[in-house]
């Protein structure tokens, strides 16, 4: 991942940059490894087990079209579609199987970033199976979903749970054919290691379509130095009119989003942060990556260190 802890890629659609020229991309192989689950609001864990022949994901591509299309390759022949096995999993003392779909599609864009919505996922536990769409977003490395707490079989009835599923495809596709992503720019703010504070814009474009903040998860993460440092999870979105508000399921972050037809402002506090050792007066490149409505929206500027290391500001 560029990654997001976040995230899980809720694109409707996306609209296709002028290329000179759209070349083929030959399909890719990959396994959901490691395959991580959380719940934000209590911070339980848990994870899939480990993926086998017959959990390998074949995906294919369509730049002309900024789409993928991802389906369980054949264990015997990878270069066709398999059946569906399901993949045992544990979440605290619950245990139970997550199977996805035979077929299912979604969105690329050059940042390299995959937006699947709407997965079926067949997910048992003893004898309840219950079907739950989830939405997969971000990076070729990382893709993160938010599973709906009220569609999940019990016990796990009522909890939002975090999917986090790493995918290094290979061969590795050429990401320049596909469309951009909505740019976050003029970041400004405060990050120390007990909180970050931080305001970003992002300009809506023909190209680059309106997040939707309401009804849909909304995923931040802040990286510093390429690793991650602050994220949050705001599994219900965000509520408000003209003024968007929303707290994390872990209660550590708040968002708030002013929108308009042109223009996105968005402002985040979280409390939970990892700050890495920086030598003082060092520049450090800061990143902020947003996943909303099934937009990802990234940015970057250059902070610096302050004398003692223990607080970064823009340059």
Not at 135 to 154: H, K, Y
Not at 193 to 222: H, M
Request: aromatic share 4%; charged share 15%; net charge neutral.
């Amino acid at each position: 991942m560029r990654p997001i802890p976040l995230v899980p890629f809720l694109i409707a659609s996306t609209v296709r940059l002028a290329v000179a020229h759209i070349a083929p991309i030959e399909p890719s192989l990959c396994a959901f490894e490691p395959f991580d689950l959380r719940v934000p609001s209590t911070g339980l864990v848990g994870a899939a087990a480990t993926a086998g022949p017959d959990d390998m994901i074949r995906v294919v591509y369509d730049a002309s079209a900024s789409q993928i299309q991802l389906c369980p390759a054949d264990p015997g022949d990878s270069s066709t579609c398999g059946s569906p096995v399901p993949r045992p999993f544990t979440l605290g003392s619950t245990t139970g199987t997550i199977a996805f779909p035979g077929l299912f599609q979604g969105g690329m864009l050059s940042s390299g970033d995959w937006t699947i919505p709407d997965v079926p996922l067949a997910i048992t536990v003893g004898g309840s199976t219950a079907t739950v769409p989830v939405t997969l977003t971000t990076g070729l490395v990382t893709l993160v979903g938010v599973l709906d707490g009220n569609a999940l079989p019990p016990p796990l009835t009522g909890r939002s749970i975090l999917m986090t599923l790493s995918c290094l495809p290979q061969p590795f596709p050429d990401e320049d054919q596909f469309a951009s992503p909505l740019e976050m720019a003029s970041i400004k703010g405060t990050i120390t290691s007990k909180q970050v504070q931080l305001r970003a814009t992002a300009a809506i474009t023909s190209s680059s379509p309106s997040p939707d903040f309401v009804g849909s998860p909304v995923l931040v993460a802040v990286d510093a130095n390429g690793a991650t440092i602050a994220s949050a999870v705001f599994s219900t979105g965000l509520h408000g009119r003209k003024r968007l508000t929303g707290t994390s399921d872990d209660g550590r972050g708040v968002i708030t989003v002013r929108q308009s037809a042109t223009r996105v402002v968005l402002t985040v506090k979280l409390r939970n942060v990892t700050l890495p050792p920086v030598a003082s007066g060092a520049p450090v490149p800061v990143a902020v990556t947003l996943d909303a409505g099934g937009l990802i929206g990234r940015g970057e500027r250059p902070f610096q260190t302050s004398h003692n290391g223990r607080r970064l500001h823009p340059s």
